[in-house]
């Protein structure tokens, strides 16, 4: 059995001391052993940002790919073989901004792969720019006046357009962002993991204080029902958004390879890529 | 007795033009006729002139003809717009339902049928084009029986009183226009074909055989004309083989989808056609720096942006060459014929995966969709080869060190370890890269691992990078083309042989890398070299200056009004440049 250290490689993150990406590669790595994975059958896809660096911090198949594009890759890599565990990871700017379009059609679509979000509501590695999380009247770089647009609430996003998990944690609850993302992973279908996961450099609101006084963990809600998806709306409505925890699942729905008609039960990484004649000289009749 | 005519039939978009043209061609077809189709149509659903234009031979064709023997019109613009291809043999078809008018200027002569009214009188005016289709074959002296096993095929599914009643469309159609006949009309006999069967198909139909034959199981794409053919037709033979197509939210996704897949071990594939390639431009150079292959089908239409959608152009080749921001290797291949399409489709996952490169599969319109009788593929000739993909057990890495996925090697291909590969983990990123892909900013590695990348395209092994004919040694002229030109170059060269003039013809398959040894002699030994090209800047005839020189030689022949070459154009051009 891989523990959580099989997880780990030699190369030193290139992150500010303090950012709350660690954590969350700390809480992969561990959810990655506690599911039982050998590190060859996990495969990290991330996209641009300081986050979409994680791929390259954990011994595993990693891939950072372009800006916003770590759906994408990631669903097609588990096209590719149903066998392996898939997670894809990058920042809100990665996301919410430029992969926007692909995080919604990676949720409706509902592949089993598992999407970690590292939210710090700004963007750190271009120094200091608002992003869709970024609040109205934050003051950036390219908001020096503050931001005069609305933030993006993803976990709502997410359950408007039939996500099948939804899940927020906050960096620092480590036991508790493993556990999701073991559940995420465990989950068949598209699992969103947002990660609230302070810029310590750049974004002097919401900072590591600000998120311990202003969270709310689902679990001390009491009667909170996961499965219940209009309590999971009001409850984000009423915390503006704020809450830890397993917000929504559905157990129910299967997810999109097993709904494929005639898809492959093997991973179509082992097909065997001969035609056999027989099955050549029908297609070819069809057009006589 | 005739051995080939041309045939059009026009109307307005969603009245059943194309099917028209489709029964009467697959009828054909059977017969062992060699057709060669070409459809005119507009980017909407309904309305807007459409009109489907097929050439019927006892021999092999490969171009549009520069004429018309028989314009079957469903309205008066068809007639407008087509008559002029009419020579005075030609005969005009039309529907008495909107009382034609015959231009004054053709010697053509023309008959009002009452295709709409005797249809109707039958049961509905939808069967039409099916009173055409009769009237058609008592013009060609055909048997309408030849009819009934397509009239089938394609509405057995309504029941036999449906094909019953277009049987007696059919019939009734050939009856009036025979009476007619009778009194004065000369029938166009066609010599009898060889009754061979043979494929009936586009190129895109071609494409996605071979993407099959290859052992294509994925597909990621995003509707366009005029590639999404290609899609349609996976999404219906892959469940058989245990894959599928995503059609996924844009083309940016499309792609990438494909690279991830590709990089877990799939065959796979994308199509498009330009704008789709404008947004996939980023992740081609994600691929070539990372070293996955890509495999992706440009169809090229007019651009640029969304330029002439459903039109002709061969547009796209520099952007295919050098399309992605910085330099990577990469390979662009663009078959001249639908054979090729199928061949070359499944050979460009070879490449792919043997260079590990985006290799482009270059089409054009006409071919991708011009529909047309194809010789028989030979499936043996379809190898499966992977590169250095690794496929034995690997050796335990030490200290967590990983695979060396970017080693540097002297053909600069490495070997290459999948996701689920014990003792194969490495890091891929877009990032520069070591040998085991963890991000390098060293200068000393950049060089190496850039000139890694390009050692590997220095090569190609690609059979038949460029199509010869070229039985002179000291030609008058060389004509050179490429994607689906090559059958109206091969008709203008015949007509020029007959001029006396010593015509040798290159059509390019290779596009880049630019297969320079074969291409210099041909273009040395020539007095003159034409450039015969869908697009306006004349971009392979720039590409061919920069690679074999002799610039003063070579003169570029361009159109760009969305429309393919016809055999008298470029016959005309080239005789002016003597």
Known sequence: ?288 | MINQLSWKVGGQQGEGIESTGEIFAIALNRLGYYLYGYRHFSSRIKGGHTNNKIRVSTTEVRSISDDLDILVAFDQETIDVNYKELPSTGVILADSKFTPKKPEDTEASMFAVPFTEIATGLGTSLMKNMVAIGATSAVLDLDIHVFEEVVREIFGKKGDQVVAKNMDAIKAGFDYMKEKLEVGLQTMQLEKADGKKRMFMIGNDAIALGALAAGCRFMAAYPITPASDIMEYLIKKLPALGGTVIQTEDEIAACTMTIGASYGGVRAITASSGPGLSLKMEAIGLAGITETPLVIVDTQRGGPSTGLPTKQEQSDLMAMIYGTHGEIPKIVIAPSTVQEAFYDTAEAFNLAEEYQCPVIVLSDLQLSLGKQTVEPLDFSKVEIRRGKLVTEELPEIENKGYFKRYEVTEDGVSPRTIPGMKNGIHHVTGVEHAETGKPSESATNRIAQMDKRFRKVENIRFDTPVYKNAPHEDADILIVGFNSTRGVIEEAMGRLKNDGLKVNHAQIRLIHPFPTDEVLPLVRSAKKVIVVENNATGQLANIMKMNVGYAEKITKYVKYDGNPFLPHEVHTKCKELF
């Not at chain 1, 590669?25 to 060859?40: H, I, T, Y």
């Not at chain 1, 920042?91 to 999407?115: E, K, P, Q």
């Not at chain 1, 590292?118 to 908001?143: C, E, H, W």
């Not at chain 1, 559940?183 to 947002?194: E, R, S, T, V």
């Open chain 1, 1 to 288: 059995m891989a523990t959580f250290k099989d997880f780990r490689n030699d190369v030193k993150p290139n992150w500010c001391p303090g950012c709350g990406d660690f954590s969350v590669q700390a809480a992969m790595q561990r959810a990655a052993a506690n599911v039982g994975l050998q590190p060859e059958n996990l495969a990290v896809i991330s996209g641009i940002g300081c986050s979409g660096r994680i791929s390259g911090y954990i011994n595993a198949y990693g891939f950072h790919g372009i800006h916003g594009r770590s759906l994408p890759i990631a669903q097609g890599v588990k096209m590719a073989n149903r066998d392996l565990t898939v997670i894809a990871s990058g920042g809100d700017g990665d996301g919410y901004a430029i992969g926007m379009g692909h995080t919604i059609h990676a949720i409706r679509r509902n592949i089993n792969v598992t999407y970690v979000v590292m939210d710090n509501q700004i963007y750190g590695l271009t120094k200091g720019q608002t992003s869709p999380r970024s609040a109205v009247g934050f003051k950036t770089k390219s908001t020096p006046m503050g931001s005069i647009e609305q933030s993006i609430s993803p976990m709502e996003m997410a359950l408007t357009v039939g996500a099948t998990f939804v899940a927020q944690s906050f960096s620092t609850d480590l036991k508790d962002l493993t556990a999701l993302i073991e559940a995420g992973i465990n989950h068949n279908g598209f699992a969103l993991i947002n990660v609230f996961s302070p810029c310590v450099t750049y974004n002097k609101v919401n900072t590591y204080d600000w998120f311990k006084e202003n969270l709310t963990k689902l679990s001390d809600i009491e009667g909170y029902d996961a499965s219940n998806r209009e309590m999971a709306m009001q409850t984000l409505m009423k915390h503006n958004g704020l809450v830890t925890g397993l917000i929504y699942q559905n157990t129910e729905r299967q997810s999109y390879q097993d709904l494929i008609t005639g898809f492959s039960e093997a991973p179509l990484s082992e097909a065997d890529l001969n035609l056999d004649q027989a099955h050549f000289d029908k297609l070819v009749a069809e057009f006589m």
